[in-house]
């Protein structure tokens, strides 16, 4: 394919209209040289003006560039551009003119062909100045342009071009169809000169420095026009080149323009202050609305909305209060006051009305604001503003002011909004943070549930004569409930089942304990009595006061088939005797452990031994079982639980396991939730 | 829900236990015996007649209280406690550590 190479618009016009002056300036001098020395040249004037306009046309297309290429340059630095351009213009004017003084009456002074030159090295800075100044006019008129704006300036550029070739019919004489020409072009100029959107966006000095800018621009255009005056009453030898109707139309355009910006920008000096203010307000309201990010202090926001406070009612004095989680009110932020006088003023706004109305506990104080005068000798008006995060009063903010009635409707209107947005940040903020502590405790009793998960064995030890199933499910992530079992040696195991008091994560802590003390003990094969008596001393010391735990305690010998257990305090086994085809809870005495913690506690307990046979089954089960409700508040109940063994007596282990549990849940009902835990430990005898 | 309600007679303070006692509200009952003990009663009836469940939190309350009692020479005895919440304290075997009646009569007998 072919490819056009990369070309520098900038570059290329710029050489371009270099070389075109200089060949302008060759015709030019070529021709007046054959007019000084009376030989015709041959050379018509048309060629000296296709040249100018193309320089007109390069002048204008390297400016263009130029200036679009800089466009992230501010306005003070284009109309800088401008007037420097200006000063070049002028100050090359000027040499010239101080030049021919200087030569006085020599003849170098009346040498035609040298003031030629002269001539046209000032008709091309005065071109580029105009140029220059009209596509910077242009960028300014083109601020915050609207699709009108855009179609009068290219109607506006039209006119320009063909006032370029208007030389061609006139041959630069002032005519009527000029003065028509010039008119309408000055008249469109001038229309388009009202668009002065970008002088509200400078600010104070910068408003100073492009009044000073543009007087320079107006004081280069004036000379110049002059200059350009004296040099048409003193043309005749040469090709006129300036008076054109293109480069007349820039100088009324050039000068309208900066009149109208000048004028426009002294007017505006007094307002600026405001148009600055508001400025700020948004900048700050934009800052403030931001929330917080997690990790960053919501004192940032607090300093912000402090300042954007002050400066939005021109306040001399303020602090913040801030009440702290204990309810203690801590004085942060204190502007340009110290802490003696801030003492002494906040007292007597306490005793002032308005401000005396101000209560903490009432949670009505969003969007309040209290305005009012001061008897102070210094501060003659005050405000202060609630701090409202969540309808939680959590502070206030003070202004002080020198003045009386130093407050407006503007002002209260304007802080009134910058605090509630900044209690919105506040509260997003908090909020925020509650989540994610929220998230990190979740999973901390996430992991706590897997650790206590971990607890409950996976696998139950058995031998072939008899199945053994259990399960557990807790009613919070941790639950109390426990069960275990251990091979003592041949054909015994002990068996446990465990009910911790309470709920939740104390509960677990405490099951884990059991855990440990059984694990210790069933090393020394205690009898059932002697486990409970050992495991309530050393629960003694572990418990807490109002915490105990309820036990039953198995050892089962396979091969004389009998079992010897005690209870403490928990509910009663079901042992279903497969002979009387029927079941009976076990009764025992015996009690928690944890309740009587010295040597007392042998008194209260106990042990049987039972002999089974083959098809009998022991149900070990945890109170939540017994005491599930229904949604008529009814329980379970050990009458229903008896049934349910007695019904499914023939399943296996597991099976009837699982029977158990759906009668349980078919009998509260899906709708309830589980609000204790519930264990079960099923052991069926097969041999 | 639990509601608990001090009469104060004349040799004796009645704790009416209104409702369920459970691990949430446990808190309200123990609150309840320190202030009595505090202020130095010396026998203290607790009216079951209307407590519908207690659970292992509310045991601990009582139990927590025994040797307390004991020391200072407190006497608590528990009446009219419904046949299921009376099994409760039956299993656990606090029935052999706090006196517990059937009625206020035979309650007012222990004092």
Redesign the interface.
Known sequence: MFKLPNLNIGKISLLVAIMTWLSLLFVDITRLFGTVNQMESGIAPEISYILQVLFFIMVYLFYNYSINNSEKSNFLDLIWRGASTGIVATSVSIFISIFYYLLGDSRLASDPILRNFFYHVDFAFITLFLVSCTLLWKHLILYQRTKRVVNQWQGFEIGLLISMFFVFFNQNTLDYSFLFGLSVLIIFGAALSVNLKWIPYLTFKEKWKSILFLVIIQISSAYLFVQVLSYSGSITPYLNLTDNLFLLSLFGFVFIYSIFSFLVTLFNLPTSSVFEQKLVEAINFQRLSQSIKPGENENQVLDILMDSCMSAAYVDAAWLELKDTEGNKNIIHQRFINNKERKIVQEIIQDTKPFSDFTWEINTNDNKTYVGKLQDFKYKSAMVIPLVVNKDTVGRIFLLKEVKDGFNKEMTNIISTFVGQACISVENYRLLNEAIKNERYKEELQIAQRVQRSLLPSMLHKDSTFQIHGFSEAADEVGGDYYETQALGDNQFAIIIGDVSGKGTSAAFNMSQMKGVFHSLVQLNPSPRDFLIKANAALSHCLEKNHFITTSYFVLNTKTKTFKYSRAGHCPTLFFNAEKNNSEYLSIDGMGLGIVRNKLYEKYVQEKEVGYSIGDILILFTDGIVEAKNDQNEEFGYERLKKTVNKYKDLNADQLQQKIIEELYDYIGKSTLPDDDYSLLVIKFIQ | MLKIETTKESNHVTLHLIGEV??SNSVEL?ESIIALMESGEKNILVDGTELQ?I???G???F??Y?EDFQEKNISLVIYGLNE?VYQ?FR????D??IIIKSNKEDALQEI
């Open positions: 459970d691990a123990d469940y659970s292992s939190a045991l601990g309350v139990m927590s025994i299921r409760v299993i656990l075997g606090l052999q550590l």
